[in-house]
């Protein structure tokens, strides 16, 4: 299965139904919350080209929001970004 990382914050909605969706699908993912970390936000900003909450990688391949992640579920593609021991 492909790694899957998010940055997040705690109160974001967008954050919390990304999350729900990984969670239904039992994906494991690694939480990187910038709420308090201006570090992490601004390395955020730099791999994603936004700040915005939620980004989200599967594998090396930058996903983009939670709308892009339902996007794919709804496409059918997102099982097969996270890799065949997903499925």
Request: charge should be negative.
């Amino acid at each position: 299965m492909a790694q899957v990382s998010l940055y997040t914050t705690r109160f974001c909605p967008f954050c919390v139904r990304a999350k729900m969706l990984l969670d239904a699908k039992n994906v494991t993912y690694e939480e990187v919350a910038v709420d308090s970390d201006a570090a992490e936000r601004r390395l955020m900003a730099s791999r994603a080209g936004s700040n915005t909450v939620p980004q989200i990688w599967i594998g090396e391949q930058h996903i983009g929001g939670c709308d892009e992640l339902y996007q794919l579920e709804r496409a059918g593609l997102l099982d097969g970004l996270l890799g065949e021991d997903y499925e």
